[in-house]
């Protein structure tokens, strides 16, 4: 047993995927390292990919996470993985497997919002799909995310003031994740969002406490914290935005 750092497997310039497992690294205050941030590091993560070097089953994509002899791959795998060592989920089955449906509840309304901008292929650009995604960004706006927003805002409504959190009584890697896909969808759909703003009283209140956290706020003001921008998922194409008539 060391105490190695864990090696987080991430792209260097986007906040993507990996930026869950980042916030929870963060709140626990663990140590990592953001390895393909740091010189050679993409070559490194490419190597990992290609299964060289790697301990059992080499991770389709990234985000994946070293840890020791363990490589994990697909975010909400990681932080299950994660979170019972750092205190980020309580101890109980019922509580894990809960915060693991809602983990995985989230990774679909990330494919969703990734597939606004690319419906008709991952490997073609944004620009050579525009009329598709633009069908596909008005059924998001107007149908998907209010309906995934709904159902988050009843899992806080149904705790009925007991507390104000996802999963338990206290601040879980859920509750982090739900932070940052509201963040994100604020950055991608500001229109949409302003329009849900008022039916999702518990969830924003929930995002506000989770950016006050000593250390998410550090975070969010360092540098280690990259900026939206429309290479990652969360993108800001106006166009694909909600109506301005709504
Ligand atoms: N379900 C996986 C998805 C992983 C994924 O799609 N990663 C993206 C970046 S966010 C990627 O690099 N994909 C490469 C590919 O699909 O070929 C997860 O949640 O981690």
Known sequence: MTDAPYELYYWP?????????????????ARYVDVARGPGGMA?????????GTHGIPPFAP?????????????ANILQHLAPRHGLIPDDE????????????????????????????????????????????????????????????????????????????????????????????DYAFPRAMKHLAPSLPRLLTLKAEVAAQPRIAAYLASERRLPFNEQGIFRHYPELDLAARH
């Open 44 to 52: 490194a993560m490419m190597k990992m990919i290609k299964g060289e």
């Open 63 to 75: 985000p994946f996470l070293v840890d020791r002899a363990l490589v994990v791959a697909q975010t």
């Open 13 to 29: 310039s986007i906040q993507g995927r990996g930026e869950f497992v980042r916030l929870a690294l963060e709140e626990a205050g």
């Open 94 to 185: 019922a509580s894990r497997v809960a915060g693991n449906q809602l983990m995985l509840t989230i990774a679909d309304l990330v494919n969703e919002v990734h597939d606004t901008h690319h419906p008709v292929a991952t490997g073609l650009y944004y620009e050579d799909q525009k009329p598709e995604a633009a069908r596909r960004a008005h059924g998001f706006t107007s149908e998907r995310l209010p309906k995934f927003a709904g159902y988050f805002e009843s899992i806080l409504e149904r705790a009925k003031g007991r507390h104000r959190h996802l999963v338990g009584a206290s601040l879980s890697y859920v509750d982090l994740a739900m932070f940052q896909v509201l963040s994100g969808l």
